[in-house]
């Protein structure tokens, strides 16, 4: 329903950058039903999941910084353009 609903107004709204915006939130709320169970039964993930969130993050941020480095430019720069 989520996706049937918000991608195409998402798209509507922000145009490519919204439907991307709208797909990377889709699994927000079946990661927070899993987070919980698993909680329940005693097999938090909080810590690993943010410490592998930490480096997914830095490493992106290290390749973004490597191709502007190089004189490319930030990819999300064409969504934004109007």
């Known amino acids: 329903i989520f996706i049937v609903f918000f991608l195409p107004l998402s798209f509507y ?7 991307i915006i709208a ?4 699994d927000l709320p079946l990661y ?5 169970g698993l909680n329940q039964h005693g097999l938090g993930t909080f810590i690993q999941d943010v410490q592998m969130t930490c480096l997914l993050v830095a490493l992106v941020t290290l390749f973004l910084f490597c191709r502007v480095s190089l004189g490319g430019d930030l990819p999300i720069a064409q969504l934004l353009v109007t």
Request: hydrophobic share 75%.
């Open 23 to 26: 797909i990377a939130l889709y």
């Open 13 to 19: 709204l922000m145009q490519y950058l919204g439907a």
């Open 32 to 36: 927070a039903v899993l987070a919980f």
